[in-house]
């Protein structure tokens, strides 16, 4: 049996560590405030993202996230986010791989709820 993946969340504002692997930022909105080369993303999948509608809807409000990772796993059976998705799965088939997000509360955040995803 194959071991899981080692996939990590991470906040963008984080310096980075040697042992993060690829660094992935998977928000829709680049970081606030940071710049490309301070950044140290290995690239940035937008189309894995949540939507914007979703985005808002959520708010990052604690008590709606089980209910945000619901409706987010639902979107990312569309086209274009299941791709995303596909390319986050081999990423994390090759070592490990740190999700970044810009939001204060990673925890809660749309990067946990795709880490959640491929460690599975």
Do not use: N
Not at 68 to 96: C, I, K, M, N, W
């Amino acid at each position: 049996m194959a071991s899981k993946p080692e996939v990590r969340v991470r906040r963008a504002y984080d310096e980075p560590v040697p042992d993060d692997g690829a660094r992935v930022l998977v928000d829709r909105i680049w970081p606030r405030g940071l710049s490309k080369e301070r950044a140290a993303f290995d690239e940035w999948c937008k189309p894995v993202a949540p939507s914007t509608a979703l985005r808002k809807w959520y708010g990052h409000d604690p008590e709606l996230f089980e209910e945000f990772g619901r409706r987010y796993r639902v979107e990312l059976d569309e086209p274009e986010r299941a791709q995303a998705l596909a390319h986050l799965r081999e990423l994390a088939s090759r070592g490990t791989l740190t999700l970044i997000t810009a939001t204060k509360h990673a925890d809660i955040s749309e990067a946990e709820v795709l880490a959640e995803l491929l460690r599975d």
